[in-house]
């Protein structure tokens, strides 16, 4: 993720297995708004219309409109949502997490003028073939199709300056804090010779869930998060070093406003058959009314990343590492040390980390953790290390291996334990030309206590692993 908090009814239903029993929200959320929704949904078909009539009419030149789509169909079979084979009281549909699901992504990019274009990018899914149904009218229904407009933006030059305003996809040099789809205008510069140096200034908004009122006039900045930021990069040959200073205040929360200052810094070394990056980051600020009888408590946290790939004709090798901060054994006093998170990272495995075959919204980390004003908190902290290594045996079949493991780095906030578990995987990617890939992935999470303290809803010393078997079947141009 990961943009991942606009989906929460794909959540739900994906965990329909768990023995928490947790309920679809999406209905919930559908019913308030009534009419506002209705309009929404006209609005969807509406955008869609006009993308399908733009790329077939011939009034538009091919210089002035780029499509590109993908489609994927993808199958996820666990055994189990959690390490205990526990029967709870109430077992209507079992311990077993699976779904079949289709995603469709399309995006535009319109040249208005030389220097002038528009970007919309949208998605089609997660939409489960057990639950949404194209048949169904009402929109407040929790079976009709899910649709998410993700990029939404225009970009241009002005002389030496560049500018971008909409929804975009932004991230800071690390990506391990801000890596979202938010509202942004931002302003860059090149600088230097050819370019190499380049200066970027932004300020944007990240939603929250709470809301003053649909209509404007019901509407203000008093519970906003906010995120702004100052960014130069500097590009030698074969190197790379980003550097920014990213600043949020988020009072999503009516009396627990929170700010960080967050210093960046990533370097990326070599070129595309063996490179490497180091991602730092840094988290200071405060957070109103942590403290037991009220009271503000301070931050520092921070992050850091380290990244090898190589990569010959027939072999590749991927080496990750990821460390987050944990807080002390002591909440709600008056220091903090756990650092907010994307939940996003260059980590290879499945089930620890987030899934890039496509996110399902309920890798490990995310489950460990507290999602607050956009942002993940783990209070345990969390260290993540893993191997990938592919062989491409023709020019059609790449078979692939990924082992991880996973730590907390605070035990006494995870019951004592300190293993979150040891994943491997296996994948088979088979190409068709350019355009074809069906990837098959099997894999096993074994669990240590740290991960089962987390994660069991029954007995918190269970510790039965967790198979998985994933399907992709991608269509791309």
């Not at 899914?125 to 225009?154: I, T």
């Not at 809301?211 to 030698?236: L, P």
Request: charged share 25%; net charge negative.
């Amino acid at each position: 993720m990961n943009h991942h908090h606009a989906v929460s009814s794909d959540k739900g239903h994906l965990a329909r297995g768990s023995k928490s029993g947790a309920p679809d929200r999406g209905a919930e959320r559908a019913s308030a708004g009534g009419i506002a929704i209705i309009g929404v949904f006209q609005e969807h078909a509406m955008v869609l219309a006009v993308f399908c009539a733009l790329a077939l009419s011939p009034l538009v030149r091919a210089s002035d409109l780029e499509l590109k789509v993908d489609l994927q169909n993808l199958f996820l079979f666990r055994s189990d949502s959690d390490f205990d084979r526990s029967a709870p009281r109430y077992d209507e549909n079992g311990q077993t997490v699976g779904a079949f699901a289709t995603l469709f992504r399309p995006r535009a990019l319109w040249r208005i003028t030389d220097n002038l274009r528009i970007v919309y990018e949208a998605e089609l899914g997660l939409n489960f073939w057990s639950k949404q149904n194209p048949d169904v009218q009402d929109p407040q229904d929790p079976a009709v199709f899910v649709l998410k407009h993700r990029e939404v933006f225009a970009e241009g030059e002005i002389g030496p300056t560049g500018i971008k305003a909409g929804y975009v996809r932004t991230q800071d040099p690390t990506g391990l804090f801000l890596n979202h789809w938010i509202g942004t205008a931002q302003s860059s510069w090149a600088l230097g010779e050819e370019g190499r140096e380049r200066l970027l200034l932004l300020v944007g908004q990240v939603p929250d869930q709470t809301f003053e009122g649909i209509d404007v006039r019901d509407n203000n900045f008093a519970h906003d998060t906010w995120v702004a930021a100052a960014q130069y990069e500097r590009r030698w040959d074969g190197t790379a070093l980003t550097g920014g200073l990213y600043y949020l205040y988020d009072a999503s929360r009516v009396d627990h406003a929170r700010w960080r200052v967050c210093p960046t810094l990533r370097l990326k070394i070599g070129e595309e058959a063996f490179w490497g990056s180091l991602d730092a980051m840094l988290q200071a600020g405060e957070n109103q009314n942590d403290v037991l009888g009220g009271g503000w408590s301070r931050t520092v946290a921070w992050a850091a990343q380290g990244h090898l790939e190589w990569r010959s004709e027939r072999w590749g090798v991927w080496l990750n590492a990821l460390a987050l901060s944990p807080d002390d054994a002591y909440a709600h006093n008056r220091t903090d040390h756990a650092f907010l998170s994307s939940a996003k990272s260059m980590s290879a495995t499945l089930m620890l980390t987030e899934d890039e075959i496509r996110d399902w919204y309920d890798n490990v980390d995310e489950r460990m953790s507290v999602f607050e004003g956009g942002f993940y908190r783990n209070r345990a902290g969390y260290f993540v290390a893993d191997v990938k290594v592919d062989w491409v045996a023709s020019d059609w079949l790449a078979p692939a291996a990924i082992l991880g493991v996973a730590t907390v780095l605070k035990p006494e906030n995870a019951l004592d334990g300190a293993l979150v578990g040891i994943e491997g995987d296996i994948q088979l990617a088979f190409k068709w030309g350019e355009n074809v890939e069906l990837l098959a992935s099997g894999g096993l999470l074994w669990p240590g206590a740290a991960g089962a303290a987390f994660l069991n809803g029954i007995d918190r010393d269970a510790r039965s692993p967790i198979f998985m078997a994933e399907l992709s079947l991608r269509l791309h141009d």
